[in-house]
């Protein structure tokens, strides 16, 4: 017994003393003070105290521990635990689908009919599919700018002093003195108080849009706008409410109901955003800027405008719809502009005031982390600016083109024609009353009802067979272009869009051909549509 | 040192004096292209190096800026070579642009050695003050940050206008939103945005700049100073104003305008996108290729074309933001990985494998996983070969994008595959730019055709967005022909040059050779020494040394460096957020101004901010010697030695002076 005790004293004495070495070492530890001062102030006599520290601090080296990448084990609902050897034998099991479906009959037919030009393009362009000149009604050259010598020498020269890429983005080295020119030169051209240049126009609106709106902001948007403002909103996650097509009616009971609901929920202030184009990309159809602008002043939205296609073809000067409806630009927040189509160089740009403009040097994506625009296309859309500027004639031409055009388009039965009478993009759809009677007919009649603004889809949706119509179309296009006429459908991604486009025919117009031209060339498509659908 | 003729003409300031020296120079380089074109075998004339008609043709007025005459005086020690060229050596390229560099030397290749491991990554820790200062340091500026806020709404109320709400309307931004940029990046505004002018080559001209206001507006000087340019992605040095390739691109712009006008599938393509087309899929080694228009759009409007519902990306955490901004819009689920961890991948895989898609436990219908080749922050290099093995044994999708690494790596230029002598076909999809290697613009797709033409009709890019303008295409085609070289005819055959015989054809390789013609526009003049692939190839080589020569120098200085040595990025830790500015000016404040450029959060973790440095083949050795010159004067007052010991570092001078020893120890004996 008394020999146990001693043991057991010697085992007290010496954890006594490994204790004592323990803290003596402890203390000449530095910094242990101020450790030895938190844990007597923690503890306080009170060891559910120290318990509490205890458990936060595992708590904290478990959280840091814990691996990212298997998030889903800390949902054990729905995580099914398998062995090493069942995962095998799923993995082997596992058949994925090809990477990409190869394209069928169709595809294949369209793909191989897409008219490549020899050489420079312009109103008089070679094809290769043909080998022979045409008249260019499908690309973009709304002013005749495409292979100006004027702007070739200046791009020239620019290259001979500032080579071809900028070799970096714009935060690191890639902001060239002829991009800042650029964004001068256009906000003045608008009269805003400055402009962001963006080294690709599609990309430009898709990454104007996600820089402001954020989650829990509300957009308020045309149910018919293009891919890259549908792409936009997609990222920014705010809450989107749809309006009709170019209705401006329905727009203002949209922004009513979005007050009111507001009102009912009591929530903060939201950013707000309207988002809309000037003139539609998928039915040429240009909005009542003078009415957009009462409405987002009335009910306070922010408007994003996208002027890709009327920039640079709308208005005396080409300023696009601002100087159509004599609206000051500054009134629009945010005006996209595609350098690429209206200016024939390349790129787009967003003019604002000077905060809309530094915000988005920071928060734009295609902005940050892309390589800015190669400098002599920016020099060519400078120039582009300048031309327009100077020559009023060149758009009053264009003008006199689409009027031309559209006197001849409107007498044709087969075929209507949603197009603005001033957009430079005519579309062409085909009407259901067409003999063979294939198409259907048009839905139900308008119930009058408004449609949910919370669905892109429309109450009374237009119903066509895209499948036909777009075969149909097609076989317009290749006729067309067989007889020297370059013309293309729309093209549409089938199936990543919100909503579907109806199938269409697009024609572009340009100064740069006669009258005589357009006329030939519009008589020849017209020839063809009345042929096939009479 | 500049002698002979140089130092007499170089001595005068006179406006008269400077044309004439610029007449000299001009003069003597149509000598030497004489020269060049009588003995090469190319009967293609090329308009004489234009270096004074350019001179006249772009600038109306005729008295010298300030500029000008620093580069004639050679102020910054930037215009004209250490050594004077011989009068054998010949250079077609602009010093200022493109180093003359004809030390045999100072090359190298960049590829795998076969049956050796792939080197791991070493992230090299610095001191424990350094990780608290750091942190000590971004405490301060956020405390002072949100005093300064506290007490501006106040006091100052006028300056916080856009941030709070106003007749109505929310702010554009909220002020917490902003913090980050309005408190801590302003302070370093000076770093970033900084407007140029000139060629982004060997050297850059930066318009100077000043803020009166603490980085609220910068004021233009309206002077120009020329700085070495570390900083542009110009990995092969094709950014050049004059010599070949330019030429080339002249022609081009003569022919073809600026424009196509239109997408691709509605009126914008012509037979230059084709022949374009044809030669990326024939420099990648692909059936097919596609190209787009900008380089962050081939991501963000091509991966949605890919992936959808159902499926399952899986994607390295450091990729680059167009790819998140493509997945994003693809609607597809995403999964992160730990940067370059293959193991954490296979785990991964092996996890959603087996558990299918979330909630339903269907199987996925495809999973792409999407890495980079070279990262563009980090320097490191994909473990391709591992993801290889992964790919055959989990049967997912390969997406590479080479941004960085295409053109850049490589024994042939061709990227990652080539890197690693592997068949490029076994990636499945191989995504680049040209903005970086190629000094042009936009991005490519490489691929099987069916997918090709399938993304052709499907990708946002084809159907919407503008082509490719005609002289980046120009520029993309000159460059890569110079890289694989054009053959007459089929057969191989071998040319001497400056007496060492090279091999047109690259017989080592079965997935790359040269060209012919035919892959060639008619109207493309192309010289001797782009067709030959002999420049191309020095380029290629003088990359490649570069490279290991900064990264290993700056290493055994004792910097700590992140990343693969075969890698234009350099990255170099600086830690401290304050250092980074100080880094930057003490860098653009010396005699000989190097530009560079700082990357801190959200680009990178909090506490690794970096400065970014980006090798190039237009560099020469001198210029890295020069760099590394600074970076030691620099580190040394800053305190940015945290990498190796003291005992194993180099000196300075030890680092120069065995360069080539430096360069050619293999990778895997490497930091062991």
Redesign the interface.
């Known amino acids: 017994m008394a020999s146990a005790s001693s043991t057991f004293d010697t085992a007290v004495l010496t954890f006594a003393h490994a204790l004592s070495t323990v803290e003596r070492t402890f203390y000449k530890l530095p910094g242990s003070a101020i450790i030895e001062r938190y844990v007597r102030s923690s503890h306080q006599n009170d060891p559910g105290r120290t318990f509490l520290e205890l458990i936060i601090f595992f708590l904290v080296v478990r959280t840091v521990l814990q691996?990212?990448?298997?998030a889903?084990r800390s949902n054990p609902k729905?995580?099914?635990e398998?062995t090493e050897k069942?995962?095998d034998e799923?993995?082997a099991d596992?058949?994925?689908?090809p990477?990409?479906?190869?394209?069928n009959d169709v595809?294949?037919a369209?793909?191989a009919a897409?008219?490549?030009?020899?050489?420079?393009?312009?109103p008089h362009p070679v094809l290769?599919n043909t080998g022979k000149p045409a008249i260019?009604l499908?690309?973009?050259?709304f002013t005749g700018l495409?292979?100006?010598e004027h702007?070739?020498q200046r791009?020239?020269?620019?290259?001979?002093?500032?080579?071809?890429?900028?070799?970096?983005p714009?935060?690191?080295?890639?902001?060239?003195?002829?991009h800042?020119q650029f964004e001068r030169d256009v906000s003045e051209f608008l009269g805003t108080e400055g402009a962001i240049l963006y080294?690709?126009?599609?990309?430009t609106i898709?990454s104007v849009i996600p820089a402001?709106c954020?989650r829990g902001d509300i957009i308020v948007a045309d149910r018919a706008v293009?891919?890259?403002i549908q792409?936009g909103m997609?990222?920014s996650r705010s809450t989107i409410r749809w309006y009709d097509h170019n209705d401006l009616h329905s727009l203002e009971e949209v922004l009513q109901s979005v007050e009111k609901e507001r009102r009912k929920r009591k929530g903060p202030?939201?950013?707000?955003f309207i988002i809309t184009e000037g003139i539609f990309e998928r039915d040429g159809t240009m909005t009542d800027l003078p009415r957009l602008i009462e409405l987002k002043q009335k009910y306070?939205y922010?408007l994003i405008l996208d002027e890709s296609f009327s920039f640079g073809a709308v208005g005396r000067t080409g300023r696009g719809l601002t100087e159509l409806y004599n609206v000051q630009a500054s009134k629009i927040d945010m005006l996209v502009g595609?350098a690429?189509?209206g200016l024939?160089?390349?790129g787009g740009f967003c003019a604002g005031s000077n905060?809309?403009v530094e915000?988005q040097?920071?928060n734009g994506?295609?902005y940050?982390?892309?390589?800015s625009?190669?400098p002599?296309?920016s020099v060519?859309a400078s120039e582009g600016i300048n031309i327009l500027r100077d020559n009023p004639p060149l758009l009053t031409k264009l003008h006199d083109n689409i009027r031309a055009a559209r006197v001849l388009l409107d007498q044709v039965d087969c075929i209507s024609v949603p197009s603005h009478r001033a957009s430079p993009i005519i579309h062409l759809y085909l009407r259901n009353t067409s003999p063979d009677s294939l198409l259907q007919p048009p839905s139900s009649i308008p119930s009058g009802k408004p449609s949910n603004p919370a669905s892109p889809i429309p109450r009374d949706a237009p119903v066509f067979d895209i499948e036909k119509e777009e075969r149909l179309l097609q076989e317009v296009v290749e006729e067309a272009m067989a007889l020297g006429v370059?013309i293309?459908?729309?093209?549409?991604?089938r199936g990543?869009e919100i909503t579907e486009a109806r199938p269409s025919i697009?024609l572009?117009m340009s100064s740069a051909l006669s009258k005589a031209d357009t006329e030939k060339a519009v008589n020849v498509v017209i020839k063809i549509l009345k042929r096939k659908f009479r | 040192m500049p002698s002979g003729i140089f130092k007499k003409k170089s001595s005068s300031t006179l406006p008269a004096d400077a044309s004439s020296y610029l007449l000299a120079l001009s003069q003597a380089d149509a000598r030497t292209r004489n020269k060049v074109s009588s003995s090469a075998t190319s009967t293609i004339s090329t308009p004489a190096l234009s270096l004074s008609s350019s001179l006249t043709a772009s600038t109306k007025d005729t008295f010298l800026t300030q500029a000008d005459k620093d580069d004639i005086e050679n102020i910054h020690g930037l215009s004209l070579p250490a050594k004077p060229p011989t009068s054998d050596q010949i250079y077609r390229a602009v010093h200022t642009e493109f180093g003359h560099c004809s030390t045999e030397e100072f090359r190298r290749f960049s590829s795998h050695l076969p049956n050796t491991p792939v080197p791991k990554h070493v992230d090299r820790d610095p001191p424990y003050y350094v990780l608290l200062s750091t942190y000590i340091s971004y405490l301060i500026l956020i405390v002072l940050g949100h005093v300064r806020d506290f007490l501006g709404k106040r006091f100052y109320p006028k300056s916080y206008a856009d941030l709070m709400p106003s007749n109505g309307y929310a702010p554009l931004t909220s002020d917490f939103d902003s913090f980050y940029t309005r408190r801590l990046k302003l302070r370093m505004n000076e770093c970033f945005n900084q407007p140029v002018t000139g060629v982004a080559g060997r050297t850059i001209q930066i318009l100077d700049r000043y803020s009166p206001d603490y980085n609220h507006t910068q004021i233009s000087l309206g002077t120009i100073s020329r700085a070495l340019n570390i900083s542009s992605y110009n990995y092969l040095g094709f950014a050049q104003a004059q010599g070949g390739v330019a030429d080339a691109v002249e022609v081009g712009m003569k022919l073809y305008g600026v424009t196509t006008c239109g997408s691709r599938l509605t009126g914008g393509s012509s037979d230059l996108h084709t022949a374009t087309e044809t030669l990326v899929a024939k420099f990648l080694g692909t059936e097919d290729s596609l190209i787009t228009s900008m380089g962050f759009a081939t991501n963000s409007t091509i991966i949605p074309a890919l992936v959808s519902k159902g499926c399952l990306v899986i994607s390295d955490e450091l990729n680059h933001a167009s790819i998140r901004f493509g997945v994003r819009q693809s609607g597809a689920h995403v999964k992160m990985f730990k940067h370059n961890d293959t193991n954490a991948l296979e785990a991964l895989l092996r996890e959603t494998i087996s558990q299918g898609q979330p909630k339903t436990h269907r199987p996925w219908k495809k999973i792409l996983v999407i890495v980079e080749g070279l990262f563009s922050m980090e320097g490191t290099m994909v473990d391709l070969p591992r993801v290889l093995e992964l790919k055959k044994k989990y049967k997912f999708n390969l997406f590479v994008d080479e941004a960085h690494s295409i053109g850049g790596i490589g024994k042939h230029g061709r990227g990652i595959a080539d890197y690693f002598n592997i068949d490029p076909e076994e990636i499945d999809v191989l995504m680049g730019t040209f903005s970086k290697s190629f000094g042009a613009a936009g991005g490519y797709i490489g691929g099987k055709k069916c997918l090709i033409d399938r993304l052709r009709i499907r990708s946002y890019s084809g159907v919407y967005a503008e082509a490719m303008s005609p002289p980046v295409m120009v520029q993309i085609i000159a460059s890569m022909a110079s890289i694989m070289g054009v053959q007459e005819s089929e057969l191989n055959h071998s040319v001497s040059s400056g007496g060492s015989t090279l091999r047109l054809a690259s017989p080592d390789s079965a997935y790359y050779g040269p060209i012919t013609q035919r892959f060639l526009p008619t109207w493309l003049p192309l010289p001797y020494e782009l067709s030959s692939g002999l420049e191309g190839r020095e380029r290629l080589r003088r990359l490649s040394f570069n490279c290991y020569y900064l990264h290993r120098g700056l290493d055994k200085l004792g910097f700590i460096v992140y990343g693969h040595p075969c890698s234009p990025v350099v990255p170099l830790l600086i830690y401290q957020p304050g250092k980074m500015i100080m880094f930057h000016r003490m860098m653009k404040d010396r005699k000989t101004p190097i530009v560079t450029v700082p990357v801190a959060y959200p680009a990178t973790p909090l506490i690794t901010s970096r400065i970014r440095l980006c090798v190039s083949a237009a560099h020469t050795k001198e210029d890295i010697d020069e760099i590394l010159r600074a970076c030691n004067e620099v580190g040394d007052v800053l305190d940015l030695k945290h990498g190796i010991s003291k005992k194993e570092r180099w000196t300075l001078d030890e680092v120069c002076g065995r360069a080539v020893e430096l360069v050619n120890l293999p990778d895997h004996d490497w930091g062991n």
């Open positions: 691996s990212r990448t298997r889903d729905n995580f099914i398998f069942e995962i799923l993995v596992w058949v994925p689908e990477l990409s479906q190869p394209l595809e294949m369209e793909l897409v008219p490549v030009v020899a050489g420079p393009n312009g290769v260019n499908a690309s973009f050259n495409a292979g100006n702007i070739k791009a020239l020269e620019t290259m001979r002093k500032r080579g071809v890429g900028s070799c970096g714009t935060g690191f080295y890639g902001t060239f003195d002829v800042l080294s690709q126009g599609f990309s898709s402001f954020k293009t891919l890259s792409k997609e990222i202030l939201t950013r707000r306070k922010r595609s690429a189509i024939c160089a390349g905060t809309v915000h040097r920071i994506s295609a940050v982390f892309s390589a625009m190669p002599l296309l060519s370059m293309t459908k729309a093209k549409r991604v990543l697009r572009a």
